[in-house]
């Protein structure tokens, strides 16, 4: 099932940097393009990074868009993305996901990071360290064992070893541990490309331009290893202990803090979601989230999901192999042209938080206001808060019919709407939420998958290329328990 290609204009810049970076075999006299640039500053590369990231790999539509209906806030309604939801996911439908991954994201990272050790530019250096570490870890979370510590050298290593999952963590969280060792450095240089953090007050000087940038950065790498580290909570009972550490230590503080990528309305820089739902359309919310939604009246729906056909019923799902004729649609929030793509939010940080310490004391009454904590945050990062609504919703946490661990997992399955993290926490919380498989005769099996095939081009390639690789093998954080 071919695979479909969006337009995008980092794109454009990324090819630049892939051409520009061949070896020359010819005189360079001949042919030479004036308006070509023969080297790329970090000035550029960090934000084609960025935006790359954003579109083809974090908030991608092969892989946020297909986990999100593994995940039921999407249902398949037509085409490839109803056989998605069939669980019907090939090696040939990932190319796109692992190559950009590769080609376009870490390798480019490995020149940002070469070009920053050179400069002693500490900022672009913690910046390419804590982008690595998400990308390695998206990359290892969906295929375990992935190519990392012999790639990247081009001609000299064209059928690359493949590191075993259990060897690549340790790296992920070493390289977040040396982008917090940069950020906390005096020596600072304030980066003017950086999308994700860049100084909202143009006229600071550079110094506090730097301290800054360094300061929001140095946040995201504390909660980014939190969350890499609560990752091995079933190989580590140590796991929960030490992320909340790393939250108490100064992660995200506030929704201002969120770490994010924020699109555009001109054609062909618009959120990737949004352009899938202009171009196919083929997915609606799906039952069993919008259900979820409606029972506990929460106040997020309008900007969650759009309004349905069906005026006496608005806001509904698709259920397994409808059509979705009158359900709803991705809302405003995660499908409007310049909707953001999130790294990483201050919402996470608070449910990891109250997760953690639930783990050390179940009776901790600061769970309970920390999970009231998250929900707030999230209300305030959608512009719905309701203080009637969280008055009420602190009252129910109270009841002796809440399972607080579940009810907090709820929370930020709520939360972390459209989000692929939630991928994470399903399998290794072993589906404390409680999703069900869908259960029709489509399905190819009638069991949520539990992570991606190889890449065909990868397998065609690349002897090294693990074998006999299904959806619903685990990865080697992913312990049956």
């Keep these: 099932m071919k695979n479909i290609r969006f ?7 990324l090819m630049a940097l892939v051409f520009g970076s061949c070896k020359k075999w010819i005189d360079t006299g001949i042919n030479t393009n004036p308006d070509a640039p023969k080297d790329v500053p970090m000035s550029s590369l960090v934000p084609a990074i960025e935006a790359n990231m954003a579109y083809t790999l974090i908030g991608s539509n092969d892989y946020s868009r297909v ?23 090939h090696d040939g439908d990932v190319d796109n996901v692992w190559n950009t991954a590769y080609a376009g994201i870490m390798e480019n990272l490995v020149i940002v990071t070469s070009k920053a050790k050179a400069a002693k530019d500490n900022i672009n250096l913690g910046i390419a360290d804590v982008l690595m570490a998400e990308s390695l870890g998206f990359v290892t979370d969906i295929w375990g064992d992935v190519p990392y510590s012999q790639a990247f050298q081009g001609l000299a290593q064209l059928n690359t070893p493949f590191d075993k999952q259990q060897d690549i963590y340790p790296k992920i969280l070493a390289l977040l541990d040396d982008a917090i060792a940069s950020f906390s450095s005096t020596t600072l240089l304030y980066d003017a490309g950086d999308l994700i953090y860049p100084d909202p007050n143009p ?25 890499y580290t609560l990752h091995l909570c079933k190989t580590d009972p140590a796991s929960w202990a030490n992320a909340l550490a790393l939250i108490n230590a100064g992660a995200l503080a506030s929704n201002d ?27 609606a919310m799906h039952k069993y989230f919008m259900d979820m939604l409606n029972l506990r009246f929460d106040p997020r729906i309008p900007v969650y999901a759009a309004a349905g056909a069906d005026t006496a019923n608005p806001y509904q799902g698709a259920d397994w192999g409808s059509a979705g004729e009158n359900a709803s649609l991705p809302g405003a929030g995660v499908a ?12 996470e ?46 009252a129910y946490l109270d009841t002796v019919s809440v399972t ?78």
């Design 336 to 347: 409007s042209p310049n909707s953001p793509v999130f790294f990483l939010t201050y919402v």
């Design 67 to 89: 986990t999100s209906q593994w995940m039921q806030y999407y249902q398949g309604v037509a085409r490839q993305s109803q056989g998605e939801s069939n669980y019907i996911w």
């Design 257 to 283: 803090d969120d770490m994010q990528f924020a699109f555009f309305t001109n054609v062909g820089e618009q959120n990737p979601l949004f352009q899938f739902m202009d171009q196919r359309g083929d997915i």
């Design 404 to 481: 607080l661990y579940k009810e907090l997992m709820t929370q930020k399955y709520i939360a972390l709407y459209n989000q692929a993290e939630t991928f994470n926490d399903w399998r290794r919380t072993n589906n404390l939420i409680g999703l069900l498989p869908n259960p029709t005769t489509p399905a190819v099996q009638n069991v949520i998958p539990r992570r991606f095939p190889y890449s065909l081009g990868e397998k065609s390639y690349n002897t090294n290329t693990p074998a006999n690789v299904t959806l619903w093998d685990r990865v080697w954080w992913d312990v049956a328990k």
């Design 349 to 394: 940080c608070l449910f990891i938080k109250a997760e953690c310490e639930y783990k050390a004391n179940p009776a901790d009454p600061q769970i309970k206001s920390d999970i009231v904590n998250g929900l707030t945050a999230s209300l305030n990062k959608w512009g719905v808060f309701s203080a009637p609504y969280i008055a009420g919703y602190s």
């Design 203 to 227: 006229n600071d000087g550079p110094i506090a331009q730097a301290a800054y940038q360094a300061a929001k950065w140095l946040k995201a790498a504390r909660g980014m290893k939190a969350r």
């Design 7 to 13: 337009k995008f204009i980092g794109v454009l810049l």
